[in-house]
């Protein structure tokens, strides 16, 4: 099992950047394949960006692709989101998720993911 605790969140202006970060408990964090997911008020929770165990993987929603970088390290055990060009759209809670290991891509692209941080607030303004 991994615990995840998301950070780097906050309140920023439209056009300006973040980076989120999402620390993993445990010494397995380089088995499981990692993503982001955001949440915002009155709407399903809304897949962001994945990444595979090796990080030589990447998938990202076309409304961000371009825009956000999901990276790792997996010897700080961390899984990174960088965003940039925000946009009012952007704002809701993201969250950071680890998919099982000996989970296949296919069903990390089928947003089939195990474990879930409490989630960081991201605010845009305009």
């Known amino acids: 099992q991994v615990q995840l605790v998301e950070s780097g969140g906050g309140l920023v202006q439209a056009g300006g950047s973040l980076r989120l970060s999402c620390a993993a408990s445990?010494?397995?964090?380089?088995?499981?394949?990692m993503g982001w997911f955001r949440q915002a008020p009155g709407k399903e929770r809304e897949f962001v960006a994945a990444i595979s165990a090796s990080g030589s993987l990447t998938y990202y929603a076309d409304s961000v692709k371009g825009r956000f970088t999901i990276s790792r390290d997996n010897a700080k055990n961390t899984v990174y989101l960088q965003m940039n060009s925000l946009k009012s759209e952007d704002t809701a809670v993201y969250s950071c998720?680890?998919?099982?290991?000996?989970?296949?891509?296919?069903?990390?692209?089928?947003?089939?993911?195990?474990?879930w941080g409490q989630g960081t607030q991201v605010t845009v303004s305009s």
């Open positions: 445990g010494r397995t964090f380089r088995w499981y394949s």
């Open positions: 998720a680890a998919a099982e290991y000996g989970s296949s891509w296919g069903s990390v692209l089928r947003e089939k993911f195990d474990y």
